[in-house]
């Protein structure tokens, strides 16, 4: 059964157990490829447990099936950003952005990626529109 992989990776994570949730996560998605919302779980937890490329990886095999998923987007990009890849996270941003464009993230997260990129005027913009639609 998978359920119970499930609600042991939920309360792992609940308890900050990252780590430890991981192969509950890495179960659940074997056994049910298409639940998104294990796949996002599974994503956050690579990122944060410093599995960068498992989650470079768990993200573009959500977006196989669900291109349109704002949060994988969103997670890809940052990702790739901050591993050094500003050029790549570029297209994920902007796919975020165009799905939830009064978010305020994926045009923080642009920002970073003109910037690292050095170009200050897309930058300069992305910043402008993070700044009018921030609370």
């Not at 779980?41 to 944060?48: D, N, S, T």
Request: glycine share 2%.
């Amino acid at each position: 059964m998978t359920l119970p992989h499930f609600q042991l990776a939920e309360a792992l994570l609940d308890t900050q157990e990252i780590a430890a949730a991981v192969p509950e996560l890495e179960v659940v998605v074997a056994r049910v490829p298409h639940w998104e919302e294990a796949h996002l779980m599974l994503q956050m937890a690579y990122a944060q447990t410093g599995r960068m490329q498992d989650a470079i990886k768990e993200c573009r095999k959500v977006l196989e099936f669900d291109p349109d998923d704002y949060r994988t987007n969103l997670l890809l990009g940052r990702v790739l950003e901050l591993t050094g890849k500003p050029t790549a996270a570029l297209a994920p941003l902007k796919k975020a952005a165009s799905l939830q464009p009064n978010t305020v993230e994926p045009h923080m997260f642009l920002k970073d990626a003109y910037q690292k990129l050095g170009r200050k005027a897309e930058a300069a913009r992305e910043a402008a529109t993070a700044k009018r639609l921030a609370p």
